[in-house]
Nanobody, 126 residues
């Protein structure tokens, strides 16, 4: 059952920016660790970024470091992923997820997340 809803995906040229959002569907997930993952066609879903329950500590994958920023002001409300300097390799379906709050953060594996959205598609053209 979908518990999160992503938005903000779309088509953009290389070098452009997008800001993804994620909100709870039917319930809120305030003060939970959360994350973003992505899955490109023919590839496995991969970790992109995670944020701690307090909205302060963050970690991003090496492939997006310096270009992507995860945020969730105050650890509550919408989750965001600001994506800058996009390149063709960033094209994928992006998913937000709620992390298991009983695990030691940072959490970067799919199995460490317990609720997911259906994803929003990002297409970057050259």
């Amino acid at each position: 059952q979908q518990q999160l809803e992503e938005s903000g995906g779309g088509s953009v040229q290389a070098g452009g920016s997008l800001n993804l959002s994620c909100v709870g569907s039917g319930r809120t997930f305030d003060y939970y660790p959360m994350g973003w993952f992505r899955q490109a066609p023919g590839k496995e879903r991969e970790f992109v970024a995670t944020i701690q329950w307090d909205g302060v500590q963050t970690r991003v994958a090496a492939s997006v470091k310096g270009r992507f920023t995860i945020s969730r002001p105050g650890g509550k409300g919408p989750l965001y992923l600001q994506m800058n300097s996009l390149n063709v390799e960033d094209s994928a379906v992006y998913y937000c997820a709620v992390g298991n709050q009983f695990l030691q953060w940072p959490i970067e594996m799919e199995s460490q997340y317990k609720a997911w959205g259906r994803g929003t598609e990002v297409t970057v053209s050259s």
